[in-house]
């Protein structure tokens, strides 16, 4: 079963401190993995990583795929209170059908 | 440049009774999606199209069904609303080619909150 696991559930941490978040998978047809941001509405876009081992960096987050591990992470630097939300990995699959599996995502809270 | 809209925001449902959750969107996107998300959960793919005319069912279709008679619009209908449909639904939209950059991506719109009591 085509499944996308994100750790960790949940992390508190304070202004200023780096975060890694986690994401591995195991999809058939496999296109893409896509990072998204949620702050109690819409998921809104952050990367799409199609290449194994080529970063993508948006100011302080940035992001990575490894296709041979099947996973990726997305990195925040100096975290600040405005990065709380919701950080939902999915994955592209299925030909031209554009469909996404999602993770549970993780909830990050940055306390001042 | 509205994107992906969605109405109603919220809507309180009683068991046995019918609704239509309505989106549009103004971005001429081909692809058209509809997703839930439950307390806790990532978001399950319900239905999509990829074009107006065509639908197919994504992982959990049942109790749902969809049409898509203009490339714009993709309604959502719940017949004989469960307590299992409480959820929050996000319609999306993307081109028919994903580009991996944030010009060309999918686009959510803000989500409709159902309860069915």
């Known amino acids: 079963e085509d499944k996308v696991v994100q750790s960790p559930l949940s992390l508190v941490v304070h202004e200023g401190d780096t975060v890694t978040l986690n994401c591995s998978y195991e999809v058939t047809n496999f296109r893409s993995l896509l990072w998204y941001k949620q702050e109690k509405k819409a998921p809104t876009f952050l990367f799409m990583l199609t290449s194994s081992g080529i970063e993508k960096k948006s100011g302080r987050l940035s992001s990575i795929l490894d296709k041979k591990e099947l996973f990726s992470i997305l990195n925040i630097t100096a975290t600040q209170t405005g990065d709380s939300a919701v950080y939902l990995c999915a994955a592209l699959y299925g030909g031209a059908t554009n469909k996404l599996i999602f993770g549970t995502g993780t909830l990050l809270a940055v306390q001042p | 440049n509205a994107g992906v809209t969605q109405t109603p925001k919220f809507r309180i449902l009683k068991i046995g009774q019918s609704m239509t959750l309505q989106c549009a969107q103004d971005?001429?996107?081909?692809?058209m999606y509809w997703y839930r998300q439950d307390p806790g959960m990532g978001l399950k793919l319900i239905y999509y199209?990829?074009?107006?005319?065509?639908?197919d069912k994504g992982e959990v279709p049942n109790g749902y069904n969809v049409s898509r008679s203009t490339t714009e619009d993709f309604p959502l209908r719940l017949e004989l609303a469960a307590p299992s449909q409480t959820s929050v639904y996000f319609c999306a939209s993307s081109h028919r080619v994903l580009l991996p950059f944030s010009g060309n991506t999918i686009y959510f719109g803000e989500g409709s909150w159902l309860t069915v009591v």
């Open positions: 199209s990829v074009g107006a005319g065509i639908t």
């Open positions: 971005m001429n996107h081909n692809y």
